[in-house]
């Protein structure tokens, strides 16, 4: 028998045979095999539309705009299981690319977006329950319809979760605007998953080097993860549950600085009457760090019982073995466990 081959990070790397089967990837995108032009039906130039090319090839496009292209990973329940099958995961939960959230159109056209994005993940859910568990998208750029299509998603269409954007149609999370709608999710037990998107904090410098995912997307994260907090809404909620894309992005490394802030500065205490860390040690992320060391960090600040699987599949930023990821951080065979199904079946209410 070969010993298992070295990881980056000095512990041994396992080999599938030993992965948890209940394992679930809670950061995956889905989009539908296709849908109508939503530009001609509703007005607007940056609609997103599917332009195909054979049938496992396409290219999303925002209005003329390329904007990246896809396989069947993207829309193929089979292709997903079989590539999930090899990957030792047992179960993915699917949510759309920020790409197709529409805040920036009427709110109405995108209510109807997300309709069909949401009655496409239920129906890939009702297929294969064994397989997906199922997050919404809404048209949040106006609350009360993001409210009233969270409602649909969760007593119609059992969808356990809802992915939103980091700063949905303009709006920080400090927003009073926002909070019916977090309200909402607390009452509807309903999980929150935030990936960042458009706009990004600092975009205007961010025009290079692929710089918007690679920089930005962590640092609005940050913004997005301390607004929360900040803005008193775990305060208020305390039974929401929140989870961060990308490891919490520059979140983790910024929790300390913001403690500090709030002992020293009296803007800190005005608006929450507890230490920020407090409540940070509600919130989830995924394990989407692409470093074992981290992994392990964020693992130190907030527990296993706080962290998930996430792959970012199928895209290329993201990680095309998130169970051995997690699996080289060298973590306790009991939190590795719980990253890789307990935690989640918390967070997602299973």
């Known amino acids: 028998m070969t010993e298992p081959r070295p990881s980056l990070s000095g512990h041994p790397r396992s080999e599938p045979a030993s992965r948890n089967p209940a394992t679930t990837d809670v950061h995956t995108h889905i989009i539908p095999p296709g849908w109508e032009d939503w530009a001609t039906k509703f007005g607007g130039e940056r609609w997103p539309r599917l332009v195909e090319h054979d049938a496992c090839r396409a290219t999303i496009m925002t209005g003329e705009q390329f904007f990246r292209d896809v396989d069947d990973r993207s829309w193929s329940a089979t292709r997903r299981i079989e590539d999930m099958d090899r990957m030792g995961v047992g179960r993915q939960a699917l949510s759309p690319p ?31 329950a064994d397989r997906f568990v199922g997050m919404a998208t809404v048209p949040l750029q106006d609350p009360a319809l993001a409210v009233k299509e969270l409602h649909h998603c969760r007593e119609r ?8 954007g980091s700063c949905p149609g303009g709006r920080d999370f400090d927003d009073p605007a926002l909070f019916p709608f977090f309200e909402a999710c607390a009452g509807l037990d309903m999980a929150v998953f935030v990936h960042p998107a458009v706009p990004l904090v600092g975009q205007e ?19 997005a993860a301390s607004k929360l907090i900040y803005g008193a809404v775990l305060e208020r909620l305390p039974a929401l549950r929140v989870c961060f894309a990308h490891g919490g992005g520059a ?9 500090h802030g709030w002992k020293v500065r009296p803007e800190g205490p005005a608006a929450i009457p507890r230490p920020p860390r407090e409540y940070a040690r509600r919130l989830y992320f995924d394990s989407l760090t692409l470093s074992a060391a981290n992994l392990r960090f964020l693992v130190e600040q907030f527990g296993a019982d706080h962290v998930v699987v996430g792959s970012d599949y199928p895209f290329d930023m993201g990680s095309a073995d998130p169970v051995g990821a997690v699996a080289e951080a060298g973590l306790p065979a009991a939190a590795r466990a719980q990253i890789e199904s307990g935690t989640a079946v918390r967070f997602l209410g299973l």
């Open 98 to 128: 920020p790409v197709m959230f529409c805040y920036w159109a009427d709110a109405r056209a995108t209510a109807a977006f997300a309709r069909m994005q949401n009655d496409n993940v239920a129906s890939i859910v009702g297929r294969h």
């Open 157 to 164: 269409l059992g969808l356990r979760a809802v992915e939103i």
């Open 205 to 223: 410098r961010l025009t290079q080097y692929y710089f918007p995912l690679i920089v930005g997307n962590p640092l609005e994260t940050a913004l």
């Open 251 to 259: 979140f983790p490394f910024t929790l300390a600085r913001l403690d």
